[in-house]
């Protein structure tokens, strides 16, 4: 892996500016769920035992450059404070004058958040001119970047691929996981590869069919995904499909019949009237590919499992691909709704080779795009 670690950064006596990846919920004021911030507290801890101080910045929902009340990283004060055992100062307005000498001032081991970033117009501005400007203010903070935002390493955000511009960028300890644990996907992954790819944003899954096409040996679809994939094949949909793809779709089921690309699976008989879940026959059919596949890559839930009656299919798929990795085979899970899934029916995480905390990011990843906020890093 050739991007800089924070094993390799020289943090003593120097402020570290992290790009974290909290985006948390808050409600009243409250956050409501602390994953996000824990899953980034080794590398703050780190940073902080290095004897470094810490800048911490990260987004916050979409409050489209104004500074809606509700998206303010305040609350994370307090959580922040409870986990890393010190306190936190808070920066309102990232690029006055007053928080240049907040972090000027920063001693060892002290700590100081910075408001939402997207507050800021030039944090996702379309102008690469105006994201360098953000870019170079929030650099000149600190002597070194750390990015341990995975999940928002797919986009081209000031804080994310401006600010290594100017400062050495080095990866965050989140984020190193990530790459070494999606890796497994692209070098020289144990064949046969089998892509399981479901869910409903159809838009974001094709790009990886496409990908898994040359590089793959089996490519299982299921979800708005597969219904797409029936109509391309002319098979009449009284569930949800997305049109858009139809065409698209076609295209694709025309190149898995070549020999030298991944054969597609589509489904056999589905769920419920409206198509809301992989049938019975297509369940076994799906399972046997999986028991004979070396590696396993599941993006997508294969139903509206939502609702228990319509969570059959993605529950058959999920256990034989327990199953498949307790008999030797490499499993990479990932996707926002793919780990609402694995909670609310209480799988176990450990029982995959390996869970990605991304959605957009990971699926990019495994497909073999460059990710433009590690690249910044080199
Ligand atoms: P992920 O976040 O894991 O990448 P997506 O966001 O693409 O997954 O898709 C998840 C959503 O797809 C879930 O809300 C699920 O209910 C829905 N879904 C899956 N299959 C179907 C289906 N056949 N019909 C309608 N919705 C479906
Ligand atoms: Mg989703």
New binding site residues.
């Given amino acids: 892996m050739h991007y800089p670690t924070l094993a390799q950064a020289d943090l003593q006596g120097k402020r570290v500016l992290l790009r974290a990846g909290f985006d948390v919920p808050i409600e009243d004021g409250k956050v409501k769920d602390t994953t996000r911030v824990e899953a980034n507290l080794d590398t703050m801890k780190f940073i902080l035992d290095a004897g470094a101080s810490l800048i911490i910045m990260a987004h916050q929902a979409r409050p489209k450059a104004a500074r809606v009340p509700d998206m303010s990283q305040k609350p994370l004060v307090p959580v922040l404070e409870n986990l890393l055992g010190t306190s936190v100062q808070f920066a309102e307005y990232i690029t006055s004058e007053e928080t240049k000498e907040v972090a000027y001032n920063l001693q060892p081991g002290e700590v100081l958040l910075l408001e939402n970033l997207r507050y800021e117009a030039g944090e996702k501005s379309k102008e690469e001119s105006e994201r360098d400007a953000l870019g170079k203010t929030l650099a000149s903070l600190a002597d070194v970047y750390v990015n341990d935002a995975f999940t928002n390493s797919h986009r081209d955000h000031a804080s994310m691929t401006s600010v290594p511009k100017c400062i050495p960028g080095f990866m965050g300890l989140n984020v190193q996981q990530e790459v070494e644990g999606l890796s497994k996907v692209l070098d020289n992954p144990t064949r046969p590869v089998t892509l399981v790819i479901?869910?409903?944003?159809t838009e974001t899954k094709v790009p990886v069919i496409e990908s898994f096409l040359q590089h793959g040996q089996d490519i299982l679809v299921?979800?708005?995904v597969a219904?797409t994939l029936l109509v391309s094949s002319g098979r009449e949909m009284t569930?949800?499909y997305d049109d858009n793809f139809v065409k698209v779709g076609k295209a694709i089921l025309e190149k898995s019949t070549s020999a030298e690309n991944a054969a597609i699976h589509i489904p056999v008989d589905l769920r419920g009237d409206n198509?809301?879940?992989i049938g019975d026959e297509t369940i076994a059919q799906y399972i046997d590919v999986i028991s004979r596949s070396g590696t396993i890559v599941w993006?997508?839930?294969?139903?509206?499992?939502?609702q228990d009656e319509f969570a059959m299919g993605t529950k058959a798929i999920c256990d034989a691909v327990v199953e498949a990795t307790n008999n030797g085979a490499i499993s990479i899970i990932g996707?926002?709704?793919?780990l609402e899934f694995l909670n609310r029916y209480g799988y176990n995480l450990g029982d995959f080779t390996y869970v990605s905390m991304a959605?957009g990011a990971m699926l990019d990843f495994i497909s073999g795009k460059k990710l433009p906020a590690l690249e910044a890093l080199l």
């Avoid at 993006?299 to 939502?306: S, T, V, W």
């Avoid at 996707?335 to 793919?338: E, L, R, S």
């Fill in positions: 479901s869910g409903a944003k299921g979800g708005i219904n569930g949800t198509a809301l879940d993006n997508g839930p294969m139903g509206l499992f939502e996707g926002g709704d793919t959605g």
